[in-house]
């Protein structure tokens, strides 16, 4: 297991459990670093006999405040083209990866960090006064193919649609939470709580089989984007 991914996501291990940890102060925003380094995180658990399940948690105040809205609009069309393939390729990885993911959200999980929460088989919250949304739509930033559908996958349809189309910002109390989060726990109980999660589901013996059956359709999906490089963006957002 790499101590450290790239500087920018961090991994340390409990029993199993690799705790995996974005690190990009001051908000763990996300750019190409980010989704690089993370990528080559979850193959490498994909492929380790000693990992058997992941908690995705952020270095405070902030789980992942979502695309850097400063770095990555000033990509030039190449970079911008490459972070949509890689974002596509990450999250077909992570959504799939063979063994149980567990998201901590211990701050602010905007855009593109509440879809990678979402692309966690469950979903643990620290009580607090953080925000939670899928801002894309007032970020200016359009969902590229593999983070929709899993938001289509993870969602009904009608929270799917409220959320993304009005970018509205919630706490993990409010009722609107309730459509994704499976707990919400005292902030510094809550990596040891999803630690817990993610060792219980890894001791069932399907669960790698099952996981695969509930999301194949999404997976599907998400793999004729990416083999056949054929996410709308590549066209429109660059």
Known sequence: MAADSGAVIRTTERDGVWIVSFARPPMNAIDLSVIVALGACVQEAADSASCRAMVVTGDPPAFSAGIDVKAVPAYDAATRAEMIRCINRCILQFYGLPKPTVAAINGHALGAGLVLA????????????????????TAGIPFPAAPLLVVQAELDHDVARRLTLSGAVFGPEDSVATAFLDDVAPAD???ARAIDRATTAARASAYAAVKRQLKAAALERIARVVEADADPLLASWI
């Open 118 to 137: 979402l692309a966690c088989d469950f979903r643990l919250a620290a009580a607090g006064s953080y925000r939670l949304g899928l801002t894309e739509v």
């Open 189 to 191: 109980q809550l990596v």
